[in-house]
Structure formats: C-alpha cells, structure tokens
C-alpha cells in the first residue's frame, strides 16, 4: 500500500521525502489538537472512586 501512495506523488524522491514530511506532521497535529482532547473527554470517566 506505501508503495503505490509512493508512486502517485510527484516530483523526484526528495520532493516525495518533503511531501510525505509535511503530511505527516499535519496529521499528528490534527491528532494533538482536536482527536485527542476529544477522546480523552468522551472515552476517560470523569470522576472515579476506588471502594466507594
């Protein structure tokens, strides 16, 4: 599946290197902004007593 992402971009293989650099980087930052925060309000319990 890499391989034929790696076949469709264009240009020679360091522009490939800076394209997938850049795409990367946004993904993780989408990730840390707004998928993690969300996650973590709706999947972690609020409050939890332990023998309560």
């Known amino acids: 599946m890499y391989l034929a ?3 469709v971009l264009p240009g020679p293989v360091w522009v490939r290197v800076l394209i997938v650099t850049v795409l990367v980087v946004a993904v993780l930052a989408v990730l840390v902004e707004w998928v993690f925060p969300w996650a973590a309000e709706t999947l972690l319990p609020q ?3 332990v023998g309560g």
Do not use: A, G, K, V
């Open 5 to 7: 992402l790696w076949r």
């Open 47 to 49: 409050e939890s007593t």
